[in-house]
């Protein structure tokens, strides 16, 4: 009895921390922290209309805290979803020609990223037109990328789910190549990033591949979870926290959505989300945290 007893408090115990840790991202997302300041405070000088109007208000806030500021207006969510879709596919296009030849494998990872978006067959024309503009060596990628910056640069993450994306098309093959890498390095300075913020995710995005399909099971899956989060040995444990926190953040379905990614595409975040998370509990577990 007093065993089973000590399994139910450990289990509830569990359960808790996961719903505060839960609730945490919720608010260090922004998702509805100045709604409830706005309320709150409008309710308090101005009654029940100034409670509508600082929810309103705290609507606005939240929006541009948890999506960007190029998210704020979702009339243009249509817009950006399209501009993504054009990006992603010339993108690997660009990306599978860059070693001289598009590999077998590189056309089955198109193939497989289609299928998992569920894409209707006319579409599916349209994403494979793409693919072959930017796999023509003539194509100049350059008026794509910009196009994508006016268009999505300011939102908050789409930036760097679409980075992830390319580095993951990238190893498609087994292999990477350095005209793979020279030509991500050309994409992530059109996006923003320096060269130091560049290997930074492209060290995280090879690492928490090794946990695509499952607990990684080799002798480095520690050193692995730690760089798949950007942390290392000697972080704290609320810099692993905070970081974790960060990333799973960044792939939140609603997120992504509000930024203007389109609704098939959020399986592959969520796939990212999971190696995420398993790199996080291997931690969690080597540290009793």
Do not use: W
Request: net charge neutral; aromatic share 12%; glycine share 8%.
């Amino acid at each position: 009895m007093v065993m089973c007893l000590g399994a139910l408090v450990g289990m509830a115990e569990a359960y808790n921390a996961h719903f505060a840790e839960a609730v945490f991202v919720q608010f260090y997302s922004g998702v509805v922290l100045f709604k409830f300041i706005g309320v709150i405070a409008g309710y308090y000088f101005f009654g029940f209309f100034g409670a509508l109007f600082g929810l309103f208000l705290g609507s606005f806030f939240d929006r541009m805290r948890m999506y960007g500021s190029g998210a704020i207006n979702p009339l243009q969510n249509a817009l950006r979803q399209a501009v993504f879709i054009e990006t992603v596919f010339i993108s690997m296009g660009k990306l599978a020609k860059a070693d001289g030849h598009v590999s077998q494998n590189e056309i089955e990872h198109v193939e497989q990223f289609m299928q998992k978006l569920g894409m209707t067959a006319e579409h599916r024309q349209q994403a494979i037109k793409l693919f072959k503009q930017g796999a023509d060596p003539a194509f100049d990628i350059a008026p794509t990328l910009k196009k994508f910056m006016s268009v999505c640069g300011h939102t908050k993450n789409l930036k760097d789910v679409l980075l992830s994306y390319l580095i993951v098309m990238a190893l498609a093959d087994g292999k990477f190549h350095p005209a793979e890498e020279a030509l991500l390095m050309d994409i992530a300075a059109y996006l923003g990033y320096d060269q130091a913020a560049f290997k930074h995710i492209l060290d995280m995005v090879l690492n928490q591949s090794h946990f695509g399909g499952g607990q990684a099971a080799s002798a480095t899956a520690l050193e692995d979870a730690y760089k798949a989060l950007g942390v290392s040995r000697d972080s704290s444990d609320q810099e692993v926290k905070r970081a974790y926190r960060k990333l799973i953040s960044q792939y939140h379905p609603d997120k992504l959505i509000g930024q203007g990614m389109p609704q098939d595409m959020i399986a592959m975040a969520t796939e990212q989300a999971k190696e995420i998370q398993l790199a996080y509990d291997a931690i969690k577990k080597s540290r009793n945290m």
